[in-house]
């Protein structure tokens, strides 16, 4: 065979393989009228009593959440540091537990045809879908769809919901459960621990590499209503797995609130992949703890990306507990007008010769609002630590905000890192450029847009980044005039 | 008919009246250059014809082929064939020139039409063919780090690929040493040779680019309009005697 031309290399980076979804179908409404079980609206140890009944859980699941729910009444907003726009939440009027009442599906010809319905509107052709290895979809609070493929299932890898991971593994699962985020790490995490249903349960046994990421898609479905998944993936000795979810979120006229937990564990030489392509609703409240701990010579890494929302808090952390850790964060946050993302990176120190590497770039367009907020910590006694700080904010017109809030705390002299922040504008002579090649003003900032987030888009996996750029493409058309 | 009529055009920015009563026809194929000192409206002209926002027209018309332009948004007269050369083009971090041609392409297409990849990437590398461009060229950033000669080569291969009906080319010249404006000039010239050549505005200085780019019309600005017209030996006597001369004959005519 002989080696492909030049045209043909050209070519081929144009077609993607995903070349066949149909990406005008992110954008859709799903009505649901027919839920078998629903806590109603407000949150008591009532409500969490009946969470618990009706996913028949261990007692000591009951009793995690309810001293959980004491957790997060004691603690306070943290508006001290945070946007008080936290006080908007109306805890009482949020619905935390809705479900159509059916047990995951393994097979395709058992989901019913309106979940079905959901998927094709997603824009996923079903001859793609058997391609994706064992996708996860919560239909809101329970996985609706779960198809582990058989190959992912003979390497011994366990990936179900997490109340199925509680009732069949809970050898494993009680082991690392809330180890990696406490309970009372902040409010929200406790929030989580006390109503958290859905989310994946993922162990990948030793020196096991799957070859295809596992996929998820998470929706808030219901107007009210808050989806409060709970994901937990282990990587054992010498494992490697990529993770990703993407979600979209019909439009409601009252807020709702997402706040999930995602603990990672990355054993001895093990490395994780978590990747998120984010487009929630204008009105949602999306605050979710995400951390992982990564061992000897092991990696975890980051990549976020967050659009839409009306607040969202979210700082992808690592700890580097073994010799020689690695942890990274590469995330890109897009504020459109009346939505404040206030993302960032936590990267602890805790072992010596651990590096960790955190590249963020904002866009803030019309009135929306970006910070930055990281902190890196690397404690005095350790040596031959080194970390690599980047952000980056690009403003579209004027009155965009960003701020950046770095904390680095670096001590002893074996150590060694490094922080870069650049503030950009898509200035009105870059927009006339592009208009005089015959590009709209929309195009123009979309491309503007699209080529400052350019060398960290090209890390995701390719049908994200299509995914991404479409969703910019969108966001920037409906910030034009 | 391909051309672009400007008739009685005034502009101005703010409240300071730049261009006062400037005519011209340009059709297709033909080289008109201007010249004229600093500071006589030549950039002004040039940048409120593509529809610059911080320019007004106050009086008068362009008309592309019949129809007047100045209703449109920038990239409405782009689409329509209007095509301008910056003196100081923008760089765009992050989009590959390629990406950022097959965009203005795409533009280009009826709506729902789908760019057929091949056939862009064959019509892009023969133009760089044409033009002497190293193929690595279209992987860099839009003018990202792109030296003087770069950035004007990066227009002509830009005015190459979009065909226009008129190309405005704003000081095509700055800032380029002799090597560098030898290379643009041919590629100006493989495009005049070409089988749809535009109609070309070409603002000068200096009457150094004549050499490499004999124009068909030579024009001289002053004050805002066109004072003196002739062919290319008007642009030598201009290099002879300065522009003294046509600001006296200017003020002798005025007073």
Avoid at chain 1, 33 to 56: C, M, N, P, Q, W
Avoid at chain 2, 17 to 44: C, D, Q, R, W, Y
Wanted: hydrophobic share 40%; net charge neutral.
């Amino acid at each position: 065979m002989k080696p492909p031309t030049e045209l043909e290399n050209a070519v081929a980076a144009e077609n993607n393989p995903v070349a066949g979804i149909d990406q005008t179908k992110g954008d859709f409404q799903y009505k649901v009228d027919h839920y078998a079980f629903d806590a109603g609206t407000g949150l008591s140890e009532d409500t969490i009593r009946y969470i618990s009944s009706v996913k028949k859980e261990e007692p000591w699941i009951l009793e995690f959440r309810l001293k959980a729910l004491k957790t997060f009444l004691d603690k306070p907003m943290p508006t001290h540091w945070a946007t008080k726009d936290l006080e908007n939440i109306d805890f009482q009027k949020i619905r935390y537990y809705l479900s159509q009442g059916q047990k995951p599906k393994r097979t395709w010809d058992e989901v019913p045809d309106d979940i079905k319905k959901t998927f094709e509107r997603l824009g996923i052709p079903e001859q793609e879908r058997k391609f994706l290895a064992g996708v996860e979809a919560q239909f809101d609070s329970e996985a609706a769809y779960s198809n582990i493929k058989d190959i992912v299932a003979k390497q011994g890898v366990i990936f179900v919901n997490s109340t199925e991971g509680l009732r069949e593994h809970p050898e494993i699962f009680r082991k690392f459960f809330g180890k990696v985020i406490p309970t009372g790490d902040n409010k929200f995490s406790a929030l989580n621990s006390a109503v958290f249903s859905g989310g994946s349960f993922i162990y990948v046994p030793k020196g096991v590499k799957v070859a295809q990421p596992l996929q998820a898609y998470f929706r808030i479905n219901a107007e009210n209503f808050g989806q409060f998944e709970r994901t937990l993936i282990i990587a054992d000795e010498g494992a490697e797995v990529v993770y990703m979810e993407g979600c979209t979120a019909p439009k409601f006229s009252t807020s709702t609130l997402h706040s999930a937990v995602v603990e990672l564990v990355a054993l001895k030489g093990a490395k994780i992949q978590y990747i998120t392509v984010q487009n929630w609703a204008n009105n949602v409240f999306n605050l979710v703890t995400k951390r992982g701990i990564a061992h000897e010579d092991a990696e975890i890494k980051w990549i976020d990306c967050n659009i839409g929302s009306r607040l969202t808090m979210k700082y992808p952390g690592v700890v580097l507990k073994g010799e020689r850790a690695r942890g990274e964060v590469l995330s890109i946050a897009l504020a459109n007008d009346g939505q404040h993302q206030d993302t960032g990176a936590k990267m602890i120190h805790a072992a010596n010769n651990t590096t960790s590497n955190i590249i963020a770039k904002s866009i803030s367009v019309g009135q929306g609002r970006s910070t930055y907020r990281g902190v890196v910590h690397i404690p005095k006694h350790l040596k031959g630590c080194k970390n690599n700080t980047e952000c980056d904010a690009l403003l579209i017109n004027t009155n965009s905000r960003t701020d950046t809030y770095p904390a680095i705390s670096v001590r002893g002299d074996k150590n060694a890192t490094q922080h870069e922040a650049s503030v950009s504008k898509v200035s009105e002579d870059m927009i006339f450029y592009m208009q005089s090649r015959g590009l709209t003003e929309a195009q123009a900032m979309s491309l503007a847009v699209n080529g400052f987030i350019n060398d960290l888009a090209r890390e995701f996996p390719m049908e994200y980044s299509v995914e991404l750029k479409r969703l910019i493409d969108l966001e920037m058309e409906g910030s034009v005039g | 008919m391909s051309q672009l009529e400007i008739k009685d055009l005034h502009i101005s920015i703010g409240e300071k009246s730049i261009v006062k009563g400037f005519n011209l026809t340009i059709k297709p194929g033909e080289v008109h250059a201007i010249m004229g000192p600093n500071g006589t409206g030549k950039s002004t002209l040039a940048k409120a014809i593509a529809g610059h926002p911080d320019y007004t027209i106050t009086q008068g018309d362009v008309l592309l082929d019949g129809k007047s332009v100045l209703a449109m948004e920038p990239d409405e007269r782009a689409r329509s064939g209007l095509f301008l050369a910056f003196q100081y083009p923008s760089e765009i971090p992050g989009v590959s020139i390629a990406n950022f041609l097959r965009a203005a392409v795409q533009a280009r297409l009826a709506e729902g039409e789908e760019l057929d990849a091949t056939g862009y990437y064959k019509r892009l590398y023969a133009k760089m063919d044409m033009l002497k461009i190293d193929r690595k060229f279209t992987s860099r950033a839009v003018n990202d780090g792109f030296s003087g000669g770069e950035k004007k080569r990066c227009e002509i291969l830009q005015l190459a690929m979009l065909e226009p009906k008129v190309a405005l080319m704003d000081e095509t010249d700055s800032g380029l040493d002799i090597d560098a404006l030898r290379i643009v000039a041919e590629g100006i010239n493989a495009i005049r040779a070409g089988a749809k050549p535009p109609g070309i505005l070409l603002i000068t200085h200096y009457q150094r680019l004549l050499d490499y780019i004999v124009p068909d019309f030579v024009h001289v600005m002053y004050a805002g309009r066109i004072v003196k017209s002739g062919d290319k030996t008007l642009a030598l006597e201009l290099e002879a005697k300065g522009y003294d001369w046509v600001k006296q004959e200017f003020a002798a005519a005025t007073a």
